[in-house]
């Protein structure tokens, strides 16, 4: 079987030789042992939505009877919200996020002043993407001492892609402290962003308009008849940002999700 949705594919590729998929009768167990802790790695993929709120996480359960978090997403591209069961007394969360394409070309962004753009590399810059991935993830509301090892290992399993010259990761860089930072993984077919983040004190100066399009150019390059991809919250200022560059909405998918931490 194949998945339905455009943002699950992708979402795979940027996983490749580590997450694995083993299909049942109406849905898919995704797997990613390296990362027990990675909600999104390690899931029930539902393929219809007959299945209640209880049965869908009672699933999770038995195939991950360790986890401590729960995380079902319905490969449904045509599904509407509204048609999701209520996960509330399950102290599920249910979220929605658009995956959007890049339509012709990517629209100029020019570098703000004092700002360096250029690959990462190395482990003094990886250090520098952990310490701000970790400063994001807190303002986001997780906790450092939980969150920070998770980040580590996705880090660890995303240079071993960039190793295989699957992808790349970009930084933005002013007088040598990271502000900003995204990846871009590709195939011949599909290129897919990840992880699009800007220190807080250097938001709203252009620095993710232009690390989207050098990472979508160094992507063309090589790839050009790829389908670049990115993923946003449903009406987010991320994704209206994204429509600004050049991307158009191509699908919602929802998911429901239990926090581990």
Same mark, same amino acid.
């Given at each position: ?52 709120a209880d049965e869908a996480f009672a699933m999770f359960e038995r195939a991950f009877p360790d ?9 449904? =591209? ?29 629209? =100029? ?99 993710c308009a232009v690390l989207l399009r050098v990472s979508a150019l160094w992507a063309l390059g ?40």
């Open positions: 079987m194949t998945l339905k949705s455009l943002e699950m594919r992708s979402e795979l590729l940027t996983l490749t030789d580590i997450s694995h998929l083993t299909w049942h009768d109406g849905y898919a167990v995704q797997r990613t042992p390296s990362e027990p802790n990675f909600w999104h790695g390690n899931q029930i993929i539902l393929q219809h939505n007959k299945f209640t986890a401590s978090h729960r995380s079902v997403v319905w490969d449904m =591209p045509e599904l509407a919200r509204a048609d999701l069961p209520d996960f509330t007394h399950l102290g599920g969360v249910v979220d929605s996020t658009d995956a959007l394409t890049l339509q012709s070309q990517i629209a =100029p962004a020019d570098i703000p002043d004092g700002i360096d753009i250029r690959p990462i590399e190395g482990d003094a810059d990886w250090a520098q993407v952990l310490d701000l991935m970790d400063e994001v993830g807190i303002e986001e509301g997780y906790p450092a001492d939980t969150h920070r090892p998770f980040l580590e290992k996705r880090n660890i399993n995303r240079r071993a892609l960039i190793a295989k010259d699957m992808g790349q990761w970009f930084g933005a860089f002013e007088s040598g402290m990271l502000v900003g930072h995204m990846g871009l993984f590709h195939d011949a077919s599909v290129a897919r962003y990840q992880c699009v983040e800007t220190k807080m004190t250097h938001r709203r100066r252009g620095i090589r790839a050009p008849d790829a389908t670049v991809t990115i993923v946003a919250e449903t009406d987010s200022d991320a994704g209206r940002l994204y429509r600004r560059m050049g991307f158009a909405w191509a699908e919602t998918i929802h998911c429901a999700v239990k926090a581990g931490y």
